[in-house]
């Protein structure tokens, strides 16, 4: 597509369900919750541009990029309208891909995701830095990644909340072998995170999402992207759906595979799909446009208030 080759699983049948996957990522950080919702719908996971089995060329790794070749992916794949989850980084593209194409959006489901404050780990914002690629580089020589792989698992392996995700940081760190995921890892990470953490955010727009269906689920023990961001998505988009799933981390689909395909089955059964309107599109913004923007959320809810 676009001339570049795109990766993705396609299986299940139902409504649509297309599954956003993090920084550093591919599609088979999904294989754990796959199965269980392709027993009731279709399933798009895709590798995104610069991740996984897809290219990883010179070319626009902006969020609102990723948006625009979701959309293009899901319209070659025949389908029109989707409920779009991300995890992470991916979060952060399902919100763009809702805020461009609400009329192809039936429901937005995030998961740890970025974009709801400016926090995120400094192992994120070092990407930023000068020498990153060439220290990499150095880090992912042969007898240096295997000892530093064999060494994440270990940790993650003590039951320490603070080692919780080293077993699937363990996957990414070994991703970066290739000069090219690098590249476009680098990429990715200064078009959304400069060294005071997170640009790109959903405050100035949360209003919108009074228009749409959704669910908002995080782990407690998270590390990358602080828990409070979900009391933050709480705070700027009251009828959304929280969700805090103890003892997980930044990955809670891969933690509690069960639970977590529960959740997004039950939110998708109780809730209707979203129908673009350009009339009410219109007057959300008008509305928003006269209030303040929201700006930093910092006093909200503890977290507590939102665990179901």
């Given amino acids: 597509m676009h001339g570049h080759r795109r990766a993705y699983v396609r299986t299940g049948s139902g409504p649509a ?69 991300g995890h992470s980084f991916g979060g952060g593209v399902a919100m763009q891909f809702a805020y461009q194409f609400p009329e192809r959006t039936e429901r937005l489901v995030l998961v740890a995701s970025g974009g709801l404050g400016p926090e995120v780990t400094p192992a994120i914002r070092a990407i930023t830095t000068p020498g990153f690629h060439q220290v990499l ?92 961001h979900a009391s933050n998505a709480a705070a700027l988009a009251p009828g959304a759906r929280v969700e805090v799933i103890a003892d997980a981390g930044h990955f809670p689909h891969k933690d509690h595979p069960q639970r977590f395909a529960k959740l997004v089955h039950e939110f998708i059964r109780s809730t209707e799909p979203a129908t673009y309107s350009r009339a009410r ?3 959300l913004l008008r509305a928003g446009g006269e209030a303040a923007p929201v700006r930093a959320v910092r006093s909200v809810p503890d977290v507590s208030d939102v665990t179901a």
Wanted: with cysteine; proline share 4%; charged share 25%.
């Fill in 17 to 85: 369900l297309l599954l956003l996957h993090g920084l550093g990522c591919d599609h088979t950080t999904w294989e754990p919750v796959i199965d269980a919702l392709a027993r009731r719908y279709t399933v798009i996971a895709p590798d995104l541009l610069g991740h996984g089995l897809s290219d990883k060329p010179r070319a626009d790794y902006s969020v609102g990029g990723y948006a625009n070749g979701m959309r293009d992916l899901v319209t070659y794949l025949g389908i029109d309208k989707v409920t779009v989850l």
């Fill in 137 to 228: 580089g150095l880090l992912t020589l042969p007898g240096v990644r295997h000892v530093g792989r064999a060494g994440l698992r270990a940790l993650s392996r003590t039951g320490l909340r603070a080692t919780h995700d080293l077993d699937e940081v363990a996957e990414i760190y070994d991703s970066f072998k290739d000069p090219a995921a690098r590249a476009a890892i680098r990429h990715v990470v200064r078009a959304v995170v400069d060294w005071r953490g997170q640009i790109v955010t959903m405050a100035d727009r949360a209003y919108l999402t009074e228009a749409m269906p959704m669910a908002v689920i995080w782990g407690r023990d998270d590390r990358v992207i602080p828990v409070r």
């Fill in 281 to 283: 599109f219109r007057r």
